[in-house]
């Protein structure tokens, strides 16, 4: 049989003089590191020192890489060892060499810790065992594949325990998708505000008072734009899972009002209202309704409640559909066209006019033309719509609808039943009504005055005569009526304002331009606090603050965002012709749009709830969606 190698007994360091630094003297040393390369100790109590510090210093680099798990465990049996738990219960007392031991006793144990001693059956009865496991966790990885050779620190690396290769795919992406600038810029003036100023810790606080929810955080602070130029950037269209299905024009746009609820409505031509979740990438698609017997032709067709809670379909129509958000249920009025809600528009303003007065102008009951109906865009005696409305934004308690001959009924929303109950007369001139907007400013001193609607409420309305009505809702009297500057018969286009901010009312016309007018031209000079007597109104006609020439063909859309900062105008009857407006400055955002910008005809705008989105609707069938940086990220 062949003779089996003789094994080399393995010396420790104390036995074998080559690696026994102990033994060797100053010239040895010297030697070893002008040979070597080695660090060069003299022999003596510093070198000694040293020698056992960077030896502590080696095994303390062992412990780095190792888990918590690892490095501690709990024995259990302490707590039915009632020598051991007394012990544990004393203070520990004594110093110098007893207390030396026991650290060294303890740095033992940290260093080659010792199995835990099997559990007694009542704890392992008491411990609870995991809620789950998943069986897709891997214990280890193989790295053969092509596609994980590159997470090998070592040639020879072939497989990897699960927590490993985890760090090593987090490691990966971070290598190749680097930290962006801003969030590295972010971090910093966080760290810099919890260690400065402390506006942090007074967000904080603020957050934590409030009931709005944690994603209002952003809003804590207001942001105030800057002229000139504005942060914007193009997402995926809000509609693109819509846009081969052949919807055709985009005839409303619509944001639910509020910001936990991203939801879009999009109402098109051919007669069906879509929901989309708007996410800023792929924008799902909730939901579509189709109502055959409801052309949608109109901004205000599709029109969200003030509370939300459900869904106000209109068009050129006498009736309206009401869809429930909650319950997800479609519900109709009473399809008639001599009548709305149970009630005739006809019997409601017959004693309004008398009939001598319509023989002025040519016309007499029997005619067949209901002038007190809905207006519809084609203007077609017999047919009259629901074009134009607009909820009272406080409760929502009322719906305003324009009619025919300078009428604006008011509906009452709060009951349900949506009953008329109320008429105002404006001029009978121009194509009559063109725009109602709730004047309802944020300053308290215009709701001091209570009347049976609740707070006193203004109702503005443009007729096509670019007349502008000023109505107090709650004693169905008008109480200023001015013309528009530059306005004419037939100019009267479209009615925007808002009573965020300093106050705003936008008027646009035929010409293409644009009026802005301030608070003073739809609000009291002076409030008076009792019922008996009245507010004082000016008697002078409004100025306008700008006149915005930036537009030729006739104004379509006229929107402003949440705090009124920008003002959005746009016209239908040009490719490309739609400009965003700074408001405190009345100036135009010069980088945006672009000759690039593919806007078409846009026939709709709308913001979303805290502006952080502004969705376009043009006459190719699409939403374009942009996302407003200035107002946080989505």
Not at 254 to 263: G, K, L, M, Q
Not at 436 to 451: H, K
Not at 512 to 525: E, I
């Amino acid at each position: 049989m062949p003779k089996h190698s003789r094994k080399r007994q393995k010396l420790s360091n104390e036995a074998n003089p080559l690696t026994n630094d102990s033994a060797k003297d100053d010239e040895e040393r010297r030697l070893e590191s002008l040979l070597f390369g080695t660090k060069y100790v003299p022999v003596g109590n510093n070198g000694l020192l040293q020698v056992e510090a960077e030896a502590a210093e080696a095994d303390g680099r062992q412990f780095q890489n190792l888990l918590d798990n690892d490095l501690f465990f709990v024995d259990d049996e302490v707590e039915h060892n009632s020598d051991r738990s007394d012990f544990e219960d004393q203070e520990p007392s004594g110093s110098g060499s007893g207390s030396q031991s026991e650290n060294e006793e303890g740095f033992e144990k940290l260093s080659t810790p010792k199995k835990p001693h099997p559990h007694p059956k009542s704890l392992q009865s008491n411990r609870r065992a995991p809620a789950w496991t998943d069986d897709s966790d891997p214990t280890r990885v193989s790295l053969s594949s092509k596609r994980l050779r590159k997470l090998r620190n070592a040639p020879d690396e072939e497989t990897l325990p699960g927590r490993e290769y985890e760090s090593r795919l987090r490691r990966q992406f971070e290598r190749i998708n680097p930290e962006p600038d801003w969030a590295t810029q972010a971090r910093k003036k966080t760290s810099q505000t919890d260690d400065g100023n402390g506006d942090a810790e007074m967000d904080f606080n603020t957050l934590l008072s409030s009931t709005s929810g944690i994603h209002h955080s952003r809003s804590l602070r207001s942001q105030v734009l800057a002229p000139g130029t504005i942060d914007i950037s193009r997402l995926r269209d809000a509609n693109q899972s819509a846009q081969n299905s052949g919807c055709g024009d985009i005839k409303s746009l619509a944001f639910h009002p509020s910001e936990r609820v991203p939801v879009l409505c999009v109402g098109s031509s051919d007669r069906r209202v879509r929901m989309y979740n708007i996410d800023g990438h792929t924008s799902p698609l909730l939901q579509t309704l189709h109502i055959p017997s409801l052309p949608l032709s109109s901004q205000s067709s599709v029109a969200f409640h003030p509370s939300g809670s459900h869904l106000l379909l209109t068009g050129s129509r006498p009736y309206y559909f009401i869809y429930d958000l909650q319950n997800g249920t479609l519900s109709g009025s009473d399809q008639s066209k001599h009548g709305l809600w149970g009630t005739r528009f006809e019997d409601l303003s017959a004693s309004l006019e008398s009939p001598t007065s319509f023989r002025k102008r040519g016309r007499t009951r029997g005619a067949g033309v209901d002038e007190s109906a809905p207006v519809n865009s084609q203007n077609t005696p017999g047919a009259p719509g629901m074009e134009v409305t607009a909820f009272e934004p406080r409760t929502g308690s009322i719906l305003a609808v324009a009619g025919r001959g300078g009428y604006v009924h008011l509906v009452d929303w709060k009951s349900g039943a949506g009953q008329v109950i109320g008429s105002l007369k404006c001029s009978n001139g121009g194509g009559g009504v063109k725009g109602l907007w709730w004047a309802s400013p944020s300053s308290e001193r215009y709701s001091e005055l209570d009347t049976g609607f609740g707070s006193r409420e203004y109702l503005t309305v443009l007729t096509g005569d670019s007349e502008v009505y000023v109505w107090d809702v709650g004693e169905r009297r008008c109480v200023r009526r001015w013309t528009d500057e530059g306005g004419f018969r037939g100019s009267g286009r479209v009615l925007a304002g808002s009573g965020k901010g300093s106050g705003w009312l936008a008027i646009g016309s035929n010409t293409g331009l644009v009026n802005v007018y301030g608070t003073d031209s739809y609000t009291p000079s002076t409030v008076s606090t009792s019922i008996s007597s009245s507010s004082s109104w000016s008697g002078l006609t409004p100025k306008p603050l700008k006149t915005i020439e930036n537009l030729i063909t006739p104004i379509s859309t006229l929107r402003f965002n949440h705090d009124a900062q920008v003002l959005a105008m746009a016209s239908k009857e040009k490719k490309d012709s739609m400009r965003l407006i700074h408001l405190p400055s009345l100036t135009t955002f010069s980088n945006w749009p672009t000759s690039n910008t593919p806007l078409g005809h846009v026939t709709a705008v709308d913001f979303s709830a805290r502006s952080e989105y502004i969705a376009i609707g043009n006459t190719r069938g699409r939403v374009l969606l942009y996302h407003l940086k200035n107002f946080g990220a989505y």
